[in-house]
């Protein structure tokens, strides 16, 4: 994979840009001169606020950052090409589709492990960049603390759209759903001191970063393509979220590149065979009919999960007992199967944590807990967790 660097040095009245071609070895110079009207301020801050902004540590240092993608298949039409039929007949032409793709970032001052970040249902990488009022998201807050991220499309989702059967994509109108769903509220009132920006601006722009699933929700081609993005990155840190949690489990059983996982409210978990303990009802499986039961593995494929730290956290809004409301009660479930999970692994020799925001005076938190108003205390609690278990 080609390199890309660019540095940009502004020195009073001229701006010279130097550029590194990809793998080409040359470096390509320019000066080009900046009057004084032009937007270019050179002048010195005068107040300790002003100068604090411009100050070195408030910069982001990349040294390396692309997109590559990960995993796929390629799938070849019946018949024979026929050269100069390209147009008329796709007989013999072939698709290339059903892979990741994947943006990454790797800071000048870099640690040891990278980060990958898979979304939920709904998203895309997107939502561990920034949040829907515009800070800073995870991804920006680790890179800044030197770790490489990696911010993952899953198959058939956001930039990773292509895929190699027909789908058809409904026009799927629930934004109220969604909304009571990540339990930002009950439609239109926020909860009572909600970490979610009550803006109107906000909320339009956390509802126009949905994208739909193309082709389905194939878990083993996502699986796979996880996997491929570790042996890209190179021994790292996992960040699922949401629907994403159960690719978190799946491919730290086929990768031993997976050194540690911060799982984001999951929504499924596995258990080994003989283990797996009695379902757990919820509103939501009732209503919409979705299997939320978890998956079963074998024994061996279970155990290595016993070889890394994984810590779980849920936010607020969640009922200790069956509601009937569905945007709460799902979560009920889930967090309960979490802490089932959490018991197993323990049991056989893991290192699995269950953090329920509340319970350590973080309230208010949603189901976007990496992008809610206090997304830096969370980010605070997790690079403790992880100073704790070496992955520093």
């Known amino acids: 994979m080609g390199k890309n660097y660019l540095i940009v040095a502004a020195l009073t009245a001229a701006v010279t840009v130097f550029a590194v071609g990809c793998g080409s070895g040359q470096t390509v110079s320019s000066e080009t001169s900046v009057s004084s009207e032009a937007s270019v301020s050179t002048e010195i801050p005068e107040t300790s606020e002003e100068a604090a902004e ?19 298949a390629i799938r ?23 892979h990741a793709s994947v943006f990454y970032q790797i800071p000048a001052d870099r640690k040891e492990h990278a980060m990958v970040f898979l979304h939920g249902i709904t998203q895309s990488g997107k939502c561990w960049s920034t949040t829907a009022d515009g800070r800073e998201g995870f991804a920006e807050m680790f890179a800044r ?28 109108a629930a934004d109220q759903m969604f909304f009571e769903q990540f339990r930002i509220g009950q439609w239109p009132d926020f909860y009572e001191g909600v970490q979610f920006p009550k803006d109107e601006e906000a909320l339009d722009e956390f509802f126009r970063q949905m994208t739909p699933d193309i082709g389905g929700y194939d878990m083993e081609a ?14 790292g840190i996992f960040f699922t979220h949401s629907a994403g949690g159960v690719f978190g489990w799946l491919t730290a059983m086929r990768s031993e590149q997976v050194k540690g996982i911060v799982a984001i409210e999951p929504g499924m978990f596995v258990f080994s065979e003989g283990e797996v303990p009695e379902p757990i009802p919820n509103a939501y499986e009732s209503l ?45 479930s889930a967090r309960d199967y979490a802490l089932l999970f959490a018991e197993t692994v323990n ?8 953090i329920e925001l509340p319970k350590i005076g973080i309230t208010g938190n949603t189901h976007f807990i990496m992008s809610d108003l206090n997304n830096e205390v969370v980010a605070d609690h997790i690079l403790a967790w992880l100073e704790e278990k070496g992955l520093n």
């Open 54 to 72: 411009f100050s070195d540590e408030n910069f982001l240092k990349i040294k390396e950052q692309g997109y590559f993608t990960a995993g796929g």
């Open 76 to 98: 070849t039409n019946e018949g024979e090409f026929v050269q100069g039929e390209a147009y008329s007949s796709m007989a013999g032409q072939t698709i290339h589709g059903d």
């Open 145 to 172: 603390d030197g770790y490489p991220v990696y911010l993952v499309d899953q198959p058939g989702r956001g930039q990773a759209g292509q895929r190699t059967i027909d789908a058809d994509v409904p026009s799927y």
């Open 222 to 235: 996502i699986t796979a393509a996880m996997e491929e993005t570790f042996q890209e990155s190179g021994d």
């Open 288 to 332: 919409s009919g979705i299997n939320t039961e978890p998956v079963v593995v074998s024994q061996e494929e279970f155990e290595k999960l016993t070889e890394i730290p994984i810590i779980i956290y849920f936010g607020d809004y969640i009922p200790d007992e069956p509601v009937e409301y569905p945007g709460q009660d799902y979560w009920r």
């Open 347 to 354: 049991r056989h020799g893991g290192d699995v944590t269950v």
